[in-house]
């Protein structure tokens, strides 16, 4: 039986109620209309908050908090049991200070390895480069601290594992192209069959792909993944009640969901938070996007510059050719002017 988790008010009440707070209301027409319309669903219990959201998913998974949650999520995903050990701020991930991650967390596993979990609502261009940028900076930051703790003393096999996991809430074209396939998961390997202990491993998880496979539609209750990736995914209140039918351990988050509808100034600051994450999603996004196009635009420049290489010396070719033929059409007219020539003088001394 479903559990009622999410109360329901009509449109009239949840405006009515933003009303008596003109701070939150003058707030409220400062969102954009998806926002807006996402805000007084979720007041009125017709949707969850979209937990994909960094502002969203820091109260409800941050492993400060509820370290529990996202060790049984990473758990799931890498099928041996995880132990957070910190959480690394998005602008101290990348060297260079740019981070496109919505929240990222590095965990110690049973065996001293480490793991990175990245969010990303946006299909950013060029995954597979960010993932093993992402991995090789967190790589070279292991290997600067244990050298500096082991001194004289450090060894390569001090060195732990490192993992880069990515969820996607919505993939590339590539990503489509493997049927129900949506864990990817990636590591170097010798191609002799030799077996050598390489340091990276890539778990790339596409959410759009999982919402149209058999598998999310199954919904075996025994599969504690199946149900993490669709607490990422759902956005109805109908679907989270029944989810957590299916998932009972899932209740206590979305009772802790539902709790933020009664703290409407909290709930209004992660709305705005939202708005500013969507916009330099945005950014990022068309930053990426543009360097895109450009990049096109010089490939498809020196192709053309290219091809009118080719055509310039074809047709310098033809033209020599040509020349050739024309002058050997002289050289037989000169010849045959010549021999006409010849004739008639002859023909006159007789």
Request: net charge negative; aromatic share 10%; hydrophobic share 40%.
């Amino acid at each position: 039986m479903e559990q009622k988790i999410f109360i329901r008010k009509t449109e009239e009440e949840v405006v009515c109620g933003l009303k008596k707070e003109p701070i939150a209301y003058r707030a409220y027409f400062g969102w954009n209309e998806e926002l807006r319309e996402r805000f007084l669903s979720f007041c009125m219990g017709k949707k969850t908050l979209p937990v994909l959201y960094d502002t969203v998913f820091k109260r409800l998974l941050n492993p400060d908090t509820h370290p529990e949650r996202l060790e049984d999520c990473i758990s799931c995903l890498l099928k041996q049991k995880v132990t957070i050990e910190a959480v690394l701020p998005m602008e101290d991930i990348l060297m260079d200070g740019q981070s496109t991650m919505v929240m990222d967390v590095l965990v110690r596993l049973t065996d001293g390895s480490l793991v990175l979990v990245e969010i990303q609502k946006i299909p950013y261009y060029f995954p597979a480069e960010r993932a093993s940028c992402y991995s090789a900076d967190l790589l070279l930051r292991q290997y600067s601290r244990v050298k500096s703790e082991k001194g004289k003393a450090f060894s390569y096999k001090d060195l732990q594992k490192v993992y880069t996991i990515v969820f996607y809430e919505q993939s590339i074209e590539e990503f489509k192209e493997h049927g129900d396939s949506f864990v990817h998961h990636a590591k170097m390997v010798c191609d002799t069959g030799l077996e050598l202990n390489f340091l990276q491993e890539f778990y790339l998880v596409a959410l759009d792909v999982f919402r149209k496979s058999e598998y999310a539609k199954s919904r075996e209750p025994k599969e504690r993944l199946a149900g993490w990736l669709s607490f990422f995914c759902t956005e109805t209140v109908e679907e989270a009640e029944a989810l957590c039918a299916i998932y009972p351990w899932l209740s206590e988050i979305y009772v802790e969901m539902a709790e933020f509808g009664r703290k409407p100034e909290e709930l209004m600051t992660m709305f705005s938070e939202m708005l500013r994450e969507m916009d330099r999603n945005t950014i990022r996004y068309m930053v990426d996007d543009m360097k895109e196009q450009i990049e096109k635009g010089k490939a498809e420049y020196a192709e053309l510059q290219e091809m009118m290489e080719d055509t310039k010396k074809e047709m310098e070719d033809q033209l020599t050719e040509a020349e050739e033929r024309i002058a050997e059409k002289e050289s037989v007219i000169r010849e045959k002017d010549a021999e006409i020539a010849r004739l008639q003088a002859l023909s006159e001394a007789k």
